[in-house]
């Protein structure tokens, strides 16, 4: 999935802007997927890798390394804030395992603070903070729904 991931954002993604807008990210999913099961310090090592592969590939300067690193350190808080205590974990956070709203939920917190991260770096000021938030607003839109299709057509049961 590693490697899927990287070459879909890439070599397709990274090439789709819409209107300066809407850039989606769906590399992320990969730290969306790890197993519940797995070590706060794993999810955090893989998230930074998985960036620093993508900021390679961009030449974005450790941008994606640290948005990416962020999201995996928060995903545990995440998860713990939208389950339900009695709720059985399924050690696969997928869709088909927590089902639909759970997914949404869980996918949209995250890429948003993904995105919101990613892009108040690139920008590296608060002066256009408006044009800013709507650009991470729009492009964790579409990031999600490509998130939620993928799961819909490549993880299905």
């Known amino acids: 999935m590693f490697i899927s991931l990287v070459l879909i954002q890439v070599l ?3 090439f789709i802007q819409f209107s300066g807008f809407i850039n ?3 590399y992320v999913l ?4 790890l197993p519940v ?3 706060r310090y794993a999810v955090v090592l893989l998230g930074f890798f998985m960036g620093l592969v993508i900021d390679i590939f961009s030449n974005t300067l ?3 390394a640290a948005a990416t690193t962020f999201m995996a350190f928060a995903r545990p808080l995440v998860m713990d804030l939208i389950s339900a205590r009695e709720m059985d974990k399924s050690d696969y956070p997928g869709l088909h395992q927590y089902g639909f709203l759970w997914f949404l939920y869980y996918s949209s917190i995250l890429v ?4 919101i991260f990613f892009f108040y770096i690139e920008a590296f000021t608060f002066a256009n ?3 800013t938030f709507i650009r991470c607003l729009l492009s964790s839109v579409f990031s999600v729904f490509m998130i939620v299709l993928s799961q819909f057509l490549v993880f299905r049961n």
Not at 30 to 33: I, M
């Open 129 to 131: 903070f408006i044009h």
């Open 24 to 26: 989606p990210y769906i």
């Open 62 to 64: 450790g941008m994606h």
């Open 12 to 14: 397709l993604l990274n």
């Open 37 to 39: 099961s797995t070590p």
């Open 112 to 115: 948003l603070l993904h995105h």
């Open 30 to 33: 990969f730290v969306l997927l």
